[in-house]
C-alpha cells in the first residue's frame, strides 16, 4: 500500500482538524519513513525478486519492529504522546496514534502473509497484491476519496495553496506508477536511499497547509 496511505492521512484533517496535514502525512507515513533507515542499518530485510507479485517485486523477510502490529502500537504511542505533550491537543494525539496503527491494517490488505503481529509471531495478509487491477483499484479509490475531502475541508489562503497539493497529487500517482510499473530497483541499498525520499513528501505536506485553511469557521486551524 502506498496511495491508500496518503489518502487516509488526506482524509483525516476533516476530523483531526489542529495538526498540520505534515503531522497527519507522518503519522500515516511514519513506519515506511523508518523502514529505509532500518535497512541501511542491517536491523531488517528485503529482497527484490521481480515477478513474486503482479505489483511489487519486493519480498519482504523480516521488518518486525517497523512494520508488524504490535510495533504499530508502540510508535502510534509515541508520535501521539509526543504530539499532545507538546500541543495539549488530546483528539489530535489520539487521531495521529490510530493513523501510525491504520498502516498495518491497510497493509494487511495488499500484502501477501508476511507481516508479523509481533516481532517473531504469526504473519498475515490478505494477498491483495496477486490482483493488479483489484490493487489498483483500492489504491486509487482511497487516495481519490482523500483527495477530495482534504479538498472540500480547506480552502486556499493564496495560489500555493492550490499549486503545492494538486503538485503534490499528481507526483504522488507518478512515484507510484513508476514502482509499479517501472522497473525494479537494482538494489537493496538503492531502494533504502530511494525510501528515504519518503520524507520529503512530509516537508512538502507541512508546506501545502501553511498555504491553506479550514473552511468551517467553527474549526480550529493549526499548523503543528
Same mark, same amino acid.
Given at each position: 500500500?502506498?496511495?491508500?496511505?496518503?489518502?487516509?492521512?488526506?482524509?483525516?484533517?476533516?476530523?483531526?482538524?489542529?495538526?498540520?496535514?505534515?503531522?497527519?502525512?507522518?503519522?500515516?507515513?511514519?513506519?515506511?519513513?523508518?523502514?529505509?533507515?532500518?535497512?541501511?542499518?542491517?536491523?531488517?530485510?528485503?529482497?527484490?525478486?521481480?515477478? /513474486?507479485?503482479?505489483?511489487?517485486? =519486493?519480498?519482504?523477510?523480516?521488518?518486525?519492529?517497523?512494520?508488524?502490529?504490535?510495533?504499530?502500537?508502540?510508535?502510534?504511542?509515541?508520535?501521539?504522546?509526543?504530539?499532545?505533550?507538546?500541543?495539549?491537543?488530546?483528539?489530535?494525539? =489520539?487521531?495521529?496514534? &490510530?493513523?501510525?496503527?491504520? !498502516?498495518?491494517?491497510?497493509? /494487511?490488505?495488499? !500484502?501477501?502473509?508476511?507481516?508479523?503481529?509481533?516481532?517473531?509471531?504469526?504473519? @498475515?495478509?490478505?494477498?491483495?497484491?496477486?490482483?493488479?487491477?483489484?490493487? =489498483? &483499484?483500492?489504491?486509487?479509490?482511497?487516495?481519490?476519496?482523500?483527495?477530495?475531502?482534504?479538498?472540500?475541508?480547506?480552502?486556499?489562503?493564496? &495560489?500555493?495553496?492550490?499549486?503545492?497539493?494538486? =503538485?503534490?497529487?499528481?507526483?504522488?500517482? /507518478? /512515484?507510484?506508477?513508476?514502482? @509499479?510499473?517501472?522497473?525494479?530497483?537494482?538494489?537493496?541499498? @538503492?531502494?533504502?536511499?530511494?525510501?528515504?525520499?519518503?520524507?520529503?513528501? @512530509?516537508?512538502?505536506?507541512?508546506?501545502?497547509?501553511?498555504?491553506?485553511?479550514?473552511?468551517?469557521?467553527?474549526?480550529?486551524?493549526?499548523?503543528?
Amino acid at each position: 500500500m502506498f496511495l491508500g496511505h496518503f489518502g487516509l492521512a488526506l482524509a483525516a484533517k476533516k476530523v483531526a482538524t489542529k495538526p498540520s496535514l505534515g503531522t497527519l502525512v507522518l503519522a500515516a507515513q511514519l513506519v515506511d519513513c523508518l523502514w529505509p533507515l532500518f535497512l541501511l542499518l542491517g536491523w531488517e530485510t528485503v529482497e527484490i525478486v521481480p515477478g /513474486v507479485t503482479p505489483v511489487t517485486p =519486493l519480498l519482504f523477510t523480516w521488518y518486525p519492529y517497523t512494520h508488524s502490529l504490535a510495533a504499530g502500537i508502540v510508535w502510534g504511542a509515541l508520535l501521539g504522546g509526543a504530539y499532545y505533550a507538546i500541543r495539549q491537543d488530546r483528539r489530535g494525539a =489520539l487521531w495521529l496514534a &490510530a493513523l501510525v496503527v491504520s !498502516h498495518w491494517f491497510l497493509d /494487511v490488505v495488499v !500484502h501477501e502473509p508476511d507481516l508479523p503481529l509481533w516481532p517473531g509471531g504469526p504473519r @498475515v495478509g490478505l494477498r491483495l497484491w496477486d490482483s493488479l487491477p483489484e490493487t =489498483l &483499484a483500492v489504491e486509487l479509490g482511497l487516495f481519490g476519496a482523500g483527495v477530495w475531502l482534504y479538498w472540500s475541508a480547506t480552502r486556499q489562503r493564496d &495560489a500555493w495553496g492550490g499549486v503545492l497539493f494538486w =503538485l503534490f497529487v499528481a507526483t504522488l500517482v /507518478v /512515484v507510484y506508477c513508476g514502482a @509499479v510499473f517501472g522497473p525494479a530497483p537494482p538494489s537493496v541499498h @538503492v531502494l533504502a536511499l530511494s525510501g528515504l525520499l519518503a520524507w520529503l513528501f @512530509v516537508v512538502w505536506a507541512y508546506a501545502i497547509d501553511r498555504h491553506r485553511a479550514l473552511r468551517h469557521p467553527g474549526s480550529n486551524h493549526g499548523a503543528a
